[in-house]
């Protein structure tokens, strides 16, 4: 498989029996895994190797299932709002590495380690769902060690087409009750534990002590995960994604989970940059781009991240 240009590689040890997978390197040494199988990124690790996104010790390492943990891509579909299998078919397809990857500056390529790769549907997703779309999906590491994915998905149909989406990302923290989330304090939220009934946030920061399964919507471009435990900040940045999902099954739920140990709830905080609310429409011929960047600060650094509003 050649990686031309990009300062990419693929990488022997990752196979998943025989589909393969990409290293991503940066200069100060982080690295990043990323499947063929959903364009799921399976690992990322900081310069001193620490993983930072979580994997199930249970994860089914093979297709046709997403496996539990790393990122996986909803779409086009969020959880069960739709027809569709929940979040989505995009996760349990097989990606392509994208050789064109038209409109991205290829100026990154000098300062980033970055692989490019595209889905389009099959004969058999267009029976579910038919529509021709092209997923071009750019996930990266800065010189720095931050991850980054950039979607862009284009209609390639003559008629408008809807969906929701989410990157549903498993943290990795030392244990969930030493987490909280700072960004989110006084927002609404539809809770998928009740109907979607919506609720308002009362102005705390958002710690954890039971199940939680809810979309914030509306939510601010930059977050933070905060683990005392651990004394690290993940700061959460996204773009074209208005909502943010958050999802802990805790302790019942979790034993429900074939793929998902018992106790591992402890270990784990999906934190997803989401279009989950209102879905996206785009006619014929336009693109839509949702971005995420993810860097893993010492936490008291970690204010001087959150005073800057933009994203990439
Ligand atoms: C979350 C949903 O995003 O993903 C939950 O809000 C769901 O309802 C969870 O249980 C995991 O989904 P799956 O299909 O990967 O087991």
């Given amino acids: 498989m050649s990686m031309g240009r990009y300062a990419a590689s693929t990488d022997p040890e990752a196979g998943r029996d025989g589909d393969g997978a990409v290293l991503l390197r940066s200069p100060s040494g982080a690295t990043a895994r990323v499947s063929l199988h959903g364009g799921q990124v399976v690992s990322w690790k900081n310069d001193r190797g620490d993983e930072l996104l979580f994997t ?15 990122i996986p891509i909803c779409f086009p579909q969020f959880g069960n709002c739709g027809t569709l299998e929940r979040h989505g078919f995009a996760r349990n397809r097989m990606w392509a590495l994208d050789e064109e990857h038209p409109g991205l500056s290829r100026s990154d390529s000098g300062s980033r380690s970055l692989v490019d790769l595209i889905l389009k549907p099959s004969e058999e997703d267009q029976k579910s769902w038919p529509h021709s779309f092209e997923f071009r999906l750019r996930i990266s590491l800065t010189k720095d060690g931050d991850l980054s994915l950039v979607s862009r998905i284009r209609n390639v149909n003559g008629k408008p087409f809807s969906f929701s989406f989410a990157y549903h990302t498993y943290l990795s923290v030392s244990d969930i009750s030493e987490v909280r989330i700072e960004g ?27 199940e939680v399964d809810r979309v ?27 909502d943010t999902v958050v999802w ?6 979790a034993k429900t989970m074939a793929d998902f140990g018992d106790e591992e709830y402890k270990q784990t905080l999906c934190v997803d940059a989401a279009a989950a609310e209102r879905p996206i429409t785009l006619r014929p011929g336009e693109e839509w781009t949702g971005r995420l960047e993810l860097s893993a600060v010492p936490s008291t650094n970690c204010s001087d991240h959150l005073d800057q509003p933009g994203i990439m």
């Fill in 216 to 242: 914030y919507v509306s939510s601010p471009n930059v977050i933070a995960v905060l683990d005392h435990e651990k004394k690290r900040t993940f700061v959460i940045r996204k773009d074209g994604l208005p």
């Fill in 248 to 253: 802990n099954p805790w302790e019942k739920k």
């Fill in 56 to 70: 199930s010790s249970k994860a089914i390492m093979k297709p046709p299932k997403a496996m539990r943990g790393g």
């Fill in 184 to 210: 989110l304090e006084t927002l609404d939220y539809l809770d998928n534990l009740s109907q979607r009934e919506r609720h308002t946030e009362q102005g705390d920061a958002i710690t954890f002590e039971s």
